[in-house]
Every structure is written in C-alpha cells, then in structure tokens.
T-cell receptor
C-alpha cells in the first residue's frame, strides 16, 4: 500500500479563520513533507519532518505551522492566511532512511482557497 | 546551483504516436532521479526511480532511461489516458531530503 491520505480535499477559509490540514500514512515512512503547488508550477517544498522532528523549514511564513504528532500523522495549521496562499497543498512521505534519497509518495492534496 | 530542465513544455501526440520527454539536470553527485505523473488537481503519482547511468525501468507503455546528464521518458503507443503532466525530480545537493523538481512536460494524447 503506497497511500498517503489527506483531508479535507477542498477548503475555503477567510483571512481571519484558523484551520488545519491533515495527512496520514501507514507505510512506516520516517520522513514526511508539506509542499505547496500553484497552477502550472512544480511542487514547492515547505517543511520536512524526519523521525517526527522538524528538519527543514523553507523560510515559510509563521501563519503556516506544521505539527507531527506521531510517525504516521502530519498536520498543517493555518492562521491569518492571505489570498495569495490559495494553492494545492500536498503531503508526501518517504522512507527517509539511509544516505540515498528514496522516492516520495504524495497524497491527493487539499485545494485551499483563501477569501 | 541545482538545475532541472524538462523539455518540451507541452507535447501533443496522436494516439499510438510514440515519443520521448527529456529531463536534463545539473547537480553535484547524483543520488537518484525520480519521475512522476500528475493529473490536474491531483497529487503527483510516483512512476520510477533511477540511480545510475545506463539504468532503465519500464512500466506498461513507459520506459525511463538515465545518462550522466539527462533522463528520458519514452512513451510507446500512447493512449488518451496517458495525458498528464510528467515531472522529474532530483535530490538536491544541499540536503538529502530536498528535491529539485523540473517544471514538467504537459502531455496530451488525442484519440
């Protein structure tokens, strides 16, 4: 099973709202990622968790707050977003072990619209 | 600086018309190259990982190959359901959990 599950699939939120995106995998992967993708662009890395610890933050604004409650779950807390934050948010996971990169498996994404 | 360039940006094929997509890269010490397929509004779907020059992998009508400077995704006798954006990605030289994505090739297969 190479499934990464993201909820919700769609989200519309106002600029003063607080919401959370959720991601779950049961492949035993130890690295989990959040990506942001705008239309006609490749995915853009936001955060990486390795063994449940934040290992990479790509200078993402603090209105995005990641959380990794355990090795299977990854959350992205959203607060005071701007309309330009509207995008497809993708969660991914990979084995995250050893010196070689291994392929990442992506969820189907959450389409976020900020109004 | 790591660079991944895909060409062409868009490709329109008749059903059954074979072709190849290109991914050229500039990265220090290649540690793998990944191919993904992405349908509109969906997450990328993993296709292949290639680790060394000369390596080839196949899946149905797709075949990926790797040289020291580029990778090709060959599509043999494509069908309309192969229409998608194809992305390649390489691990960044700056950190083994980061990858650099190419901008993708949007493939349209016409019946």
């Amino acid at each position: 099973d190479t499934e990464v599950t993201q909820t919700p699939k769609h989200l519309v939120m106002g600029m003063t709202n607080k919401k959370s995106l959720k991601c779950e995998q049961h492949m035993g992967h130890r690295a989990m990622y959040w990506y942001k993708q705008k239309a006609k662009k490749p995915p853009e890395l936001m955060f990486v968790y390795s063994y449940e610890k934040l290992s990479i933050n790509e200078s993402v604004p603090s209105r995005f707050s990641p959380e990794c409650p355990n090795s299977s779950l990854l959350n992205l807390h959203l607060h005071a977003l701007q309309p330009e934050d509207s995008a497809l948010y993708l969660c991914a996971s990979s084995q995250g072990q050893g010196p070689m990169n291994t392929e990442a498996f992506f969820g189907q994404g959450t389409r976020l619209t900020v109004v | 600086e790591d660079q991944v360039t895909q060409s062409p940006e868009a490709l329109r094929l008749q059903e059954g018309e074979s072709s190849s997509l290109n991914c050229s890269y500039t990265v220090s010490g290649l540690r793998g190259l990944f191919w993904y397929r992405q349908d509109p509004g969906k997450g990328p779907e993993f296709l292949f990982t290639l680790y060394s020059a000369g390596e080839e992998k196949e899946k149905e009508r797709l075949k990926a190959t790797l040289t020291k400077k580029e990778s090709f995704l060959h599509i043999t006798a494509p069908k309309p359901e192969d229409s998608a954006t194809y992305l390649c990605a390489v691990p960044s030289s700056g950190g083994y959990q980061k990858v650099t994505f190419g901008t993708g090739t949007k493939l349209q297969v016409i019946p």
